[in-house]
């Protein structure tokens, strides 16, 4: 590494103050464009002798005032960055020096970073002026946006407020520069008076080069979507989209592009596409989702719940407000969101508890699937779209996502579920039951909450929660499990779970500890007359008889005390002989 530190690249806010000042144009390179020059190929573009030497000319030129050639900033004080970037650059360095030694003798270079200023960096303190900075050089301007057909740049987040007006040119996703000569010509044929900004990995390179030598700027802005995304969720590791396309996510595997009216009428032509066999109107007529939200006494988080559900990237739904005799003001701030959409509806009842309010609201859905969300808690932007996905694209009749805990108190996250740990698995019924006893991503939790899943409706037929108890979703949920055929479940944290201390006390818990009992029994029983193997179940029942022991002499239940203490002595000393 320290052979290469002659090579001199400007920070990342001193490169865009460079843009903005000269008006310049920017070709951007990194590891991708290197291997390519080298003679490989790159998950998203194959070699191509011609784009290969093409990149080279570029990468060769030095930059002059109207036109910038960035490099990584990372051939000096690489602690900046994090052990993972650090090692993926050492790595690299090791590999490709005698490249960087050969070819990169310019006096300086911009910095490629200019779209990556989050997530690889060690301190994010100057993120947000470097997206301010950069978002600056396109405020009031027309733009022509040039992009993969997975990208959809700024869709469902505001990197683009405040531009005069959008058009987008959408190319493939893979191998663009198979179709160079006809995306040049449709830029061209739309380029005059507008900023250019193209996110088409290699080929933009040469792109920005020939639009501005027929005097165009054009910037090459690849990956800025993918960061600003990870800015605005305050991400501390790269997160998939799964509404569009990730950055380093390079397969684009499992999307599900989402309908948005505004992305359709900005793209004024497809590039090298075959045409799309589902029209957008079609799209919008997909399957509607129920989403039932009993309120009570939650003014202080209904805002966050009601805001996260309308930032949804699926968009077929309908919300049913609940408001159980709420005290606080909750109520005014259902009626203040049924006016902000017509997709909201409301209905209030005395104060009964929230099973009554979400069989109530099960009564009053009308779509096809139907999930819920406690109006404390709040969703990811795709809760809805990948449970949707899971259900539909695996023939499953329920699907299930993880969730992540939010301190109230702390205002800070419990626990995380990362990048590494993704997976996505169907179930049979027996499958799933099976996990209710796995410490492992929050199974055991998972299981029992009537959040975090989406259910075809037609399983709540003849189902509904008890009324006048706690752990309404211990007895209900697994019930819906025993009618479906097939369980799907995610392993991402899309909805978040608030801990706070109005939350139900240990105390009240203990004092339900009967109840806790009845649940499992009954359960063991519908288990046993349908012929599921009960094995682990009898192992979970003994667990909970010994919790729940304690419990009772905690809270001075004696009499419960010596009924558990009497089922245990049979289950220990008292089995069956074979």
Same mark, same amino acid.
């Given at each position: 590494?320290?052979?290469?530190?002659?090579?001199?690249?400007?920070?990342?806010?001193?490169?865009?103050?460079?843009?903005?000042?000269?008006?310049?144009?920017?070709?951007?390179?990194?590891?991708?464009?290197?291997?390519?020059?080298?003679?490989?190929?790159?998950?998203?573009?194959?070699?191509?002798?011609?784009?290969?030497?093409?990149?080279?000319?570029?990468?060769?030129?030095?930059?002059?005032?109207?036109?910038?050639?960035?490099?990584?900033?990372?051939?000096?004080?690489?602690?900046?960055?994090?052990?993972?970037?650090? $090692?993926?650059?050492?790595? @690299?360095? %090791?590999? #490709? !020096? /005698?490249?960087?030694?050969? =070819?990169?003798? &310019?006096?300086?270079?911009?910095?490629?970073?200019?779209?990556?200023?989050?997530?690889?960096?060690?301190?994010?303190?100057?993120?947000?002026?470097?997206?301010?900075?950069?978002?600056?050089?396109?405020?009031?301007?027309?733009?022509?946006?040039?992009?993969?057909?997975?990208?959809?740049?700024?869709?469902?987040?505001?990197?683009?407020?405040?531009?005069?007006?959008?058009?987008?040119?959408?190319?493939?996703?893979?191998?663009?520069?198979?179709?160079?000569?006809?995306?040049?010509?449709?830029?061209?044929?739309?380029?005059?008076?507008?900023?250019?900004?193209?996110?088409?990995?290699?080929?933009?390179?040469? $792109?920005?080069?020939?639009? @501005?030598? %027929?005097? #165009? !700027? /054009?910037?090459?802005?690849? =990956?800025?979507? &993918?960061?600003?995304?990870?800015?605005?969720?305050?991400?501390?590791?790269?997160?998939?989209?799964?509404?569009?396309?990730?950055?380093?996510?390079?397969?684009?595997?499992?999307?599900?592009?989402?309908?948005?009216?505004?992305?359709?009428?900005?793209?004024?032509?497809?590039?090298?596409?075959?045409?799309?066999?589902?029209?957008?109107?079609?799209?919008?007529?997909?399957?509607?989702?129920?989403?039932?939200?009993?309120?009570?006494?939650?003014?202080?988080?209904?805002?966050?719940?009601?805001?996260?559900?309308?930032?949804?990237?699926?968009?077929?739904?309908?919300?049913?407000?609940?408001?159980?005799?709420?005290?606080?003001?909750?109520?005014?701030?259902?009626?203040?969101?049924?006016?902000?959409?017509?997709?909201?509806?409301?209905?209030?009842?005395?104060?009964?508890?929230?099973?009554?309010?979400?069989?109530?609201?099960?009564?009053?859905?009308?779509?096809?699937?139907?999930?819920?969300?406690?109006?404390?808690?709040?969703?990811?932007?795709?809760?809805?779209?990948?449970?949707?996905?899971?259900?539909?694209?695996?023939?499953?009749?329920?699907?299930?996502?993880?969730?992540?805990?939010?301190?109230?108190?702390?205002?800070?996250?419990?626990?995380?579920?990362?990048?590494?740990?993704?997976?996505?698995?169907?179930?049979?019924?027996?499958?799933?039951?099976?996990?209710?006893?796995?410490?492992?991503?929050?199974?055991?939790?998972?299981?029992?909450?009537?959040?975090?899943?989406?259910?075809?409706?037609?399983?709540?037929?003849?189902?509904?929660?008890?009324?006048?108890?706690?752990?309404?979703?211990?007895?209900?949920?697994?019930?819906?499990?025993?009618?479906?055929?097939?369980?799907?479940?995610?392993?991402?944290?899309?909805?978040?779970?608030?801990?706070?201390?109005?939350?139900?006390?240990?105390?009240?818990?203990?004092?339900?500890?009967?109840?806790?009992?009845?649940?499992?029994?009954?359960?063991?029983?519908?288990?046993?007359?349908?012929?599921?193997?009960?094995?682990?179940?009898?192992?979970?029942?003994?667990?909970?008889?010994?919790?729940?022991?304690?419990?009772?002499?905690?809270?001075?239940?004696?009499?419960?005390?010596?009924?558990?203490?009497?089922?245990?002595?049979?289950?220990?000393?008292?089995?069956?002989?074979?």
């Amino acid at each position: 590494m320290s052979d290469l530190g002659f090579i001199q690249v400007r920070p990342i806010l001193e490169s865009l103050a460079y843009i903005q000042e000269q008006g310049a144009s920017v070709a951007r390179f990194g590891d991708g464009e290197v291997e390519l020059m080298m003679g490989s190929s790159i998950p998203y573009q194959d070699y191509d002798p011609a784009l290969a030497q093409a990149l080279l000319e570029i990468l060769e030129t030095p930059s002059r005032a109207d036109f910038l050639v960035g490099l990584p900033d990372v051939f000096q004080k690489l602690e900046r960055y994090n052990s993972n970037a650090q $090692l993926f650059w050492q790595q @690299h360095f %090791a590999r #490709y !020096q /005698a490249f960087y030694q050969e =070819h990169c003798r &310019s006096p300086w270079y911009g910095s490629t970073f200019i779209s990556r200023p989050y997530i690889d960096l060690v301190d994010k303190g100057q993120a947000a002026v470097s997206f301010q900075a950069l978002k600056a050089l396109w405020q009031g301007r027309d733009i022509l946006l040039v992009e993969g057909e997975t990208s959809r740049s700024g869709v469902g987040n505001d990197l683009f407020a405040g531009v005069g007006s959008l058009e987008r040119l959408v190319c493939p996703s893979r191998n663009a520069f198979a179709h160079y000569d006809a995306i040049l010509e449709a830029v061209r044929s739309r380029a005059e008076d507008r900023l250019i900004l193209v996110m088409l990995g290699p080929t933009a390179k040469v $792109l920005v080069r020939d639009l @501005h030598a %027929a005097g #165009y !700027q /054009a910037l090459d802005l690849g =990956h800025i979507d &993918s960061e600003y995304e990870w800015f605005q969720m305050g991400a501390t590791h790269k997160v998939k989209l799964e509404h569009k396309h990730t950055a380093e996510f390079n397969y684009d595997e499992g999307l599900r592009l989402a309908a948005d009216r505004d992305y359709e009428r900005q793209v004024v032509a497809r590039i090298g596409l075959e045409e799309e066999e589902v029209t957008f109107e079609e799209k919008e007529n997909s399957d509607l989702i129920s989403i039932v939200v009993p309120v009570y006494n939650v003014s202080g988080y209904l805002r966050r719940c009601l805001d996260s559900i309308l930032k949804q990237t699926y968009g077929q739904f309908e919300v049913i407000l609940v408001n159980d005799g709420s005290t606080d003001g909750s109520g005014l701030i259902c009626q203040d969101y049924v006016t902000k959409d017509s997709r909201i509806r409301l209905v209030h009842q005395e104060n009964q508890g929230p099973s009554a309010a979400r069989n109530l609201g099960l009564q009053l859905a009308q779509g096809e699937y139907v999930t819920f969300v406690d109006a404390d808690d709040f969703l990811e932007a795709t809760y809805l779209e990948v449970l949707y996905r899971g259900l539909v694209g695996n023939d499953a009749d329920i699907s299930i996502c993880n969730f992540t805990s939010f301190n109230e108190e702390r205002q800070s996250f419990l626990f995380s579920i990362t990048q590494e740990m993704f997976f996505e698995q169907t179930y049979s019924v027996q499958e799933w039951l099976q996990k209710e006893s796995s410490g492992a991503n929050n199974f055991h939790l998972v299981f029992t909450f009537s959040p975090m899943k989406l259910f075809k409706r037609s399983l709540w037929e003849g189902i509904a929660y008890p009324l006048g108890r706690l752990r309404e979703d211990d007895a209900t949920i697994y019930k819906l499990y025993l009618k479906a055929k097939r369980i799907h479940f995610s392993n991402q944290p899309l909805y978040y779970y608030s801990q706070s201390p109005a939350g139900l006390s240990r105390n009240q818990m203990q004092a339900d500890t009967a109840s806790m009992i009845a649940i499992a029994e009954e359960r063991l029983a519908l288990l046993v007359a349908l012929g599921y193997d009960v094995t682990e179940h009898l192992e979970s029942y003994h667990k909970r008889l010994e919790k729940c022991q304690v419990d009772a002499l905690q809270s001075g239940q004696i009499e419960l005390y010596q009924q558990i203490a009497s089922k245990l002595d049979l289950l220990q000393h008292h089995r069956k002989e074979d």
